[in-house]
């Protein structure tokens, strides 16, 4: 069973940074396609970035410029720098993989942005 395992949300003021870390199990980031996500009180879930193949990466236009998503292969891990950072930044932020076999998402971790 694949598990995903979130951290690195926290409060922060405007014009701020964080990296979001998604630790996964049993190889999962180097056979999978890692996508984070997130959602604010109220709205759906939307994509904020992935990387579907290679080092290739996709963005939400709200994020692109001020997100970073990359993966360390020897770590198993996917990380989300997050620059710049806006109130309308606030939500929570879930890491998500998919492989041939599965889709699995983590528990999410809060991110807070204080204007």
């Known amino acids: 069973q694949v598990q995903l395992m979130e951290s690195g949300g926290g409060l922060v003021q405007a014009g701020g940074s964080l990296r979001l870390s998604c630790a996964a199990s049993r190889s999962t980031v180097r056979n999978a396609v890692m996508s984070w996500y997130r959602q604010a009180p109220g709205k759906q879930r939307e994509l904020v970035a992935a990387m579907p193949g290679g080092n290739s990466a996709v963005y939400a236009d709200s994020v692109r410029g001020r997100f970073t998503i990359s993966v360390d292969d020897a770590k198993d891990t996917v990380y989300l720098q997050m620059n710049s950072l806006k109130p309308e930044d606030t939500a929570v932020y879930y890491c998500?993989?998919?492989?041939?076999?599965?889709?699995?998402w983590g528990q999410g971790t809060q991110v807070t942005v204080s204007s």
């Open positions: 998500n993989a998919v492989t041939a076999y599965s889709v699995v």
